[in-house]
């Protein structure tokens, strides 16, 4: 199976440890990972915040550099939202008000529409990969830590994605998983929001770390980390000692990780699991 | 506070108007609280029916049906509710709205009108206007005194004091009941039982010689000619019932097709509303009925250009539960009066700057109110797409030039991986230098309350590079 | 151009083009007939109403009983309620509406007796329609006390087979449960401005 990896701008310039976690884990499970580097961003800053005509041109971008794969996987659950259930939006209403819009596209907008459709299917966030794709809800990973879940809205409710990453946390070895109260609710991030109207997601980030602290949770665990780089950014001002892994850092760790990956620095991919996977 | 026409003028911006509203630990306690309380309640009241998402996307067909053919419904409720005895009257505008209903009450010579809680009267501003001809509108549904005995803005659609607790409540009463009628007992205490039979004294002899009503109404069937009005306390049936002469304003998205298309939103509205399985009072009435004097004031405001929108007409689906409302975070957080509008929480961020245009900066700044966590689509009885048609509207209102420059430069950045590539590598080369607790410009609303990350000595694109994949 | 001719136009060109809308109807029509006058008293007594599940002949005693337990003796009785149901109780003094009773004769007396159009078991809902034994609108709202006499085969399973039954003509009035209000902190109180003791007697 040719496996792309959208790893995301986000996580690209900010987080390769959660990246190189993504591969670590695809190849223990016998996946051919690749990583197309024409890749930059799916455009949801852009679209989310009023700017259509540049978030569509990024959109276009995406779509052309992964078609063709049988399947593209994002380590966040909001830009897999975004290509998923956006992109036909975008496709579809937007053409149709601003007839425009597309004007600088190549294809059109019915080219764009095309691409869509065939794209979009296969994109996955990790959890939905690892349990619908490889059918996999054991990953063979050890980490022995207290761990609170945080579902992230667009993993909630724009892609569904259920109890599959509490299904592949339960697995793992030594990990005791606490529940966290007001799971669903917002953490407050938001994109732009978080700097638009800062003090109302300061407010809902207060709530969100209460109710983490309350869980007596070592880490807080997500499969975004746009939220985690607030809640975690909100956790370390507050020197709550609680710190943030992302899903695919602690599903990609294992007993040969000696101490166990404890910062965000994640352990270098494994050579030897790179050796069998080449 | 003076009431503007429907509209809370010359507020500033949302977030402004938010950060005020956050500092109001009891406003925080009350609002958290009361939406706690009611999501709990429509959640258990939901999950009853085997058959929701069935009723759901019926409800949202029916009214995405409505509106298609709205040129022909409206003729067809018209034509009903005048064989039924009723009068019919076209208002495009709050204006002539208010006009029609002053020279309806004129004609009457009564100087005072009992009203039911109606978001269209409020949102014309009825009350003033009233006023300002001399006649006197009494608010007779329990939230809505205690916003008019308080001299105070409605807060939520359905629980217009819902940022009100019980013993703010009780002062409000034993303070300003005695200026408009029969005062509130001495020893009265803050049990809610009390305050609702306070109420009850208050408003009965009002109820009893009233002359004149004004309702809105929550659905008219184009059918039948029938208007629907769903309430709890009974000052619905109360003032629909004991006038000579009744006037409900209606918004022309109320219209619904067939008097059989009540048995899907007698269903979605009281569940999602209040939580309960039904309301305790529903009225329905054809025209002019037991002897009464009826009038029909059909009200556009706004409406008919929200339609010509094709993402934004979704909003006209809205039965005003407030479901929306109660489960949004940052209405949770900040109440209802940060919005500026009669229409809070985030149907009113999708509604009000279509209605009254993006002019003002509050409009202009309600799009993005949300942080699209999408929790109000979740529980939408219509399915309303909130998040699609907030995302819509904040790229049809203008930016501020800082941020226009800032997100196309990060385009222009994101359109090519080497620009992409430079960027990340001038950020790993500076690391060292950027503050992790306090940064410049537009950056200090993140690190007021956060530490940003630490830029990684090499992205994930040059390790890629570097090792082949991780092979080396 | 007069503003209905403005509105209809605006609507018109709001719409033009817009694609026909076909409506999925896939909800219940019908609800469970198993359980369905249990169902029934069991929703009416969530609202705090008190109920009475009785045989029909039965009811005449049931009304009296009430009746006096409550110390109801001036009772608003509307045109066309069966004669039977007050035989067990004939030193109440009976209110009837011809000539129309005022507001404040209504306001003075000690109830209303009413039987009902349609009742709806999944929801725990009466449904006056004005017609016989349920008299107009204002005879159920104003006196504080709500007697209504349920018959078995006046109860629906579901809210659509409530609305296939009435007669959109007439005005309705749907009660659930005795008047109530949540505009307090989002709790439900009973007893605002309609009847504050509602007392349903079902008729089996």
């Known amino acids: ?278 | 506070m003076s009431a503007g026409p429907g509209t809370f003028l010359g507020m500033p911006a949302f977030p402004k108007n938010a950060e005020e509203a956050l500092e109001d630990s009891q406003l925080r306690f009350n609002l958290r609280k009361a939406t706690h309380t009611i999501r709990a309640r429509r959640q258990a009241v939901v999950d009853e029916l085997p058959d929701w998402a069935a009723l759901r996307a019926a409800g949202k067909a029916i009214k995405d049906e409505t509106l298609r053919n709205l040129d022909r419904y409206l003729i067809q409720a018209e034509e009903a509710v005048t064989r039924a005895g009723g009068h019919v009257h076209w208002a495009a505008d709050a204006a002539e709205a208010n006009r029609i209903v002053i020279d309806l009450v004129r004609a009457t010579g009564e100087t005072q009108v009992v009203k039911v809680k109606s978001m269209a009267t409020q949102e014309i501003g009825l009350n003033e206007a009233l006023e300002s001809e001399g006649i006197t509108a009494n608010e007779t549904d329990l939230a809505e005194l205690i916003v008019q005995l308080g001299d105070d803005w409605p807060s939520h659609i359905l629980v217009p004091a819902i940022h009100r607790n019980r013993s703010e409540i009780r002062e409000i009463f034993l303070e300003h009941m005695g200026e408009w009628g029969r005062p509130a007992p001495a020893d009265l205490t803050d049990d809610p039982k009390a305050l609702a039979e306070a109420a009850r004294l208050h408003l009965r002899e009002r109820f009893l010689s009233a002359k004149v009503g004004v309702s809105g109404a929550n659905f008219l069937i184009a059918e039948t000619g029938t208007l629907v009005v769903l309430e709890s306390e009974g000052n619905g049936r109360m003032c629909l019932t004991m006038p000579r002469t009744l006037i409900s304003v209606v918004g022309i998205e109320k219209v619904l097709p067939t008097w059989r298309d009540l048995e899907v939103f007698l269903q979605l509205l009281p569940r999602s509303s209040t939580g309960e399985r039904m309301n305790p009072y529903t009225s329905t009435w054809t025209g002019a009925v037991e002897g009464q004097e009826f009038h029909l004031v059909l009200l556009d405001n706004g409406r008919t250009k929200v339609l010509a929108d094709e993402i934004g007409r979704q909003a006209l689906r809205c039965i005003r539960c407030s479901a929306c409302l109660n489960v949004c975070p940052v209405y949770e957080r900040v109440g209802g009066h940060a919005y500026g509008s009669v229409y809070p929480g985030p149907i009113g961020a999708i509604l009000t700057p279509q209605l009254r245009g993006t002019a003002s900066e509050l409009d202009a700044s309600l799009p993005y109110a949300s942080s699209l966590c999408g929790a109000c689509y979740d529980v939408c009885p219509v399915a309303i797409d909130i998040p699609e048609v907030l995302v819509h509207l904040r790229a049809k209102t203008p930016h501020a030039p800082a941020e226009r420059l800032g997100l196309k430069v990060a385009a222009w950045t994101l359109d090519r991986p080497s620009r992409l590539r430079r960027a990340q590598r001038l950020a790993s080369r500076l690391r060292g230098l950027l503050p992790r607790r306090r940064l410049p410009g537009p950056g200090a609303a993140w690190t007021d309350t956060r530490d940003v990350p630490a830029v990684p000595e090499e992205s994930f694109r040059d390790w890629w590079n570097r090792t082949e994949g991780g092979a080396r | 151009m007069s503003s209905r001719e403005q509105i209809l136009a605006r609507v018109r060109a709001a719409v033009a083009g817009a694609p026909e809308v076909r409506i999925p109807r896939d909800y219940r029509t019908t609800g469970a007939e198993a359980g369905r006058v249990e169902r029934f008293a069991e929703r009416v007594r969530d609202y705090k109403a008190v109920v009475h599940v009785v045989p029909a002949a039965e009811v005449a005693a049931t009304v009296a009983d009430a009746l006096s337990r409550r110390g109801a003796r001036r009772l608003v009785v509307p045109d066309g309620l069966p004669e039977r149901w007050l035989s067990a109780a004939p030193s109440v003094e009976r209110l009837v509406d011809d000539p129309p009773l005022t507001a404040a004769l209504l306001d003075a007396a000690d109830g209303v007796i009413t039987g009902c159009a349609v009742a709806v078991a999944e929801t725990g809902t009466i449904v006056l329609g004005t017609g016989p034994g349920q008299g107009r609108r204002a005879l159920t709202l104003v006196p504080d006390y709500h007697l209504c006499v349920v018959l078995d085969e006046q109860i629906v399973p579901s809210v659509p087979e409530a609305v296939a039954r009435l007669d959109p003509a007439r005005p309705l009035t749907w009660i659930s449960g005795p008047s109530a209000t949540s505009d307090i902190e989002l709790n439900r109180v009973e007893g605002v401005h309609g009847p504050r003791t509602l007392e349903v007697v079902i008729a089996l």
């Open chain 1, 1 to 278: 199976m040719r496996v792309a990896l959208f790893v995301t701008c986000l996580n690209d310039t900010l987080f390769p440890g959660t990246g190189k976690a993504v591969v670590t884990l695809l190849r223990r499970l016998g996946c051919e990972v690749e990583f197309p580097e024409g890749q930059t961003c799916c455009g949801q800053m852009h679209v989310n915040t009023g700017y259509r005509d540049e978030g569509v041109r990024l959109a276009r971008h995406f779509l052309d550099v992964f078609a063709g794969y049988d399947a593209v996987v994002a380590p966040s659950g909001s830009c897999a939202a975004m290509v998923r259930e956006q992109y036909p939006k975008l496709a579809d209403g937007m053409g149709a008000t601003r007839p425009g819009a597309f004007a600088s596209v190549h294809g059109g907008r019915s080219g764009f529409a095309r691409a869509v459709a065939e794209v979009t299917p296969r994109v996955y966030d990790l959890s939905e990969f690892l349990v619908d794709v490889l059918g996999v809800t054991d990953v063979g990973a050890y980490f022995p830590h207290r761990v609170t879940y945080h579902p992230t809205c667009h993993s909630l409710r724009g892609l569904r994605v259920g109890d599959r990453p509490t299904r592949l946390l339960r697995n793992v070895r030594g990990l005791e998983l606490v529940p966290l109260p007001g799971a669903d609710e917002c953490c407050g991030f938001g994109g732009t929001f978080a700097v638009k109207n800062a003090a109302v997601s300061a407010a809902m980030c207060a709530d969100k770390v209460a109710n983490i602290e309350s869980t007596g949770a070592e880490v807080l665990c997500a499969a975004d980390n746009s939220c985690l780089m607030h809640i975690g950014g909100t956790l370390s001002r507050q020197r709550t000692g609680v710190r943030v892994m992302h899903l695919a850092e602690i599903l990609a760790a294992t007993e040969r990780d000696v101490g166990g990956p404890m910062s965000r620095e994640v352990p270098a991919v494994d050579p030897a699991v790179n050796g069998e996977a080449r």
